[in-house]
């Protein structure tokens, strides 16, 4: 096996939730009289901290207004969430991976609080030895919770980090893991092979990477 730990992203790894995203923002950018997101477009400008994806969409924000308009997005996801479903494969990736003897983690910039209840409620919890959230839901990045992540676990294991933005290729490199891309997320393929990264078309080639059984699925 390449690695003996996979850390998990949530949102848009394991968590289909991109459109959701999408569709509350172009809710809120409606109200504001600003244009609406289109697939690729949210594709191509979707970025962490999301402040600056915020500001290239159209929003003026200085501190206090950009604090409002996320608690405003997080209001309006929060109250569809349940509608989301989780990605093609999640459970058999995630199975996979246990059954090979990998430790798993759960990294996210979802707040913690929320993050625990919600891998309750899709009976996932079970998974992970570790489960780290941001302290808050203004999406600032992770890199910070990543490093709380990487204290907690031996310093001899092989890390693979999975997700579907740069952010997690950044976060990854943070901490001396690699880091392998799953497009149909929040960003762009595109902008994933930019990378550098691996990327994969499913969650059933990232875990075969992962324990060895393909060299080369994509």
């Known amino acids: 096996m390449r690695y003996d730990t996979?850390?998990?992203?949530?949102?848009?790894?394991?968590?289909?939730?991109?459109?959701?995203?999408r569709t509350?923002?172009?809710?809120?950018?409606?109200?504001?009289?600003?244009?609406?997101?289109?697939?690729?477009?949210?594709?191509?400008?979707?970025?962490?901290?999301?402040?600056?994806?915020?500001?290239?969409?159209?929003?003026?924000?200085d501190t206090h207004a950009f604090e409002h308009l996320g608690s405003q997005f997080m209001a309006g996801y929060e109250r569809a969430r349940h509608t989301c479903r989780l990605r093609s494969g999640t459970r058999k990736a995630l199975a996979r991976l246990q059954q090979a003897g990998i430790a798993q983690a759960m990294l996210s910039a979802y707040p913690q609080l929320t993050l625990d209840a919600v891998l309750r409620e899709r009976g996932l919890h079970q998974h992970f030895t570790h489960v780290v959230g941001a302290s808050d839901h203004?999406?600032?990045?992770?890199?910070?919770q990543a490093h709380v992540l990487r204290a907690q676990l031996p310093a001899s294991r092989k890390i693979a980090?999975?997700?579907?933005?740069?952010?997690?290729?950044?976060?990854?490199?943070?901490?001396g893991a690699d880091c392998l891309l799953i497009r149909g997320g929040h960003q762009a393929r595109r902008r994933l092979e930019a990378s550098g990264c691996p990327v994969f078309s499913s969650l059933a080639?990232?875990?075969?990477?992962v324990t060895g059984d393909a060299t080369d699925v994509r």
């Open 24 to 61: 509350v923002m172009n809710s809120l950018l409606a109200e504001a009289g600003l244009p609406r997101l289109s697939v690729h477009r949210y594709q191509a400008v979707f970025d962490f901290p999301v402040e600056v994806y915020y500001r290239r969409i159209g929003f003026a924000l």
């Open 138 to 144: 203004y999406g600032r990045g992770k890199t910070k």
């Open 205 to 209: 080639a990232a875990a075969a990477w």
């Open 6 to 21: 996979v850390i998990w992203d949530w949102n848009g790894t394991l968590l289909d939730d991109a459109t959701l995203c």
């Open 161 to 175: 980090l999975i997700g579907d933005t740069l952010h997690d290729a950044e976060v990854a490199r943070s901490i």
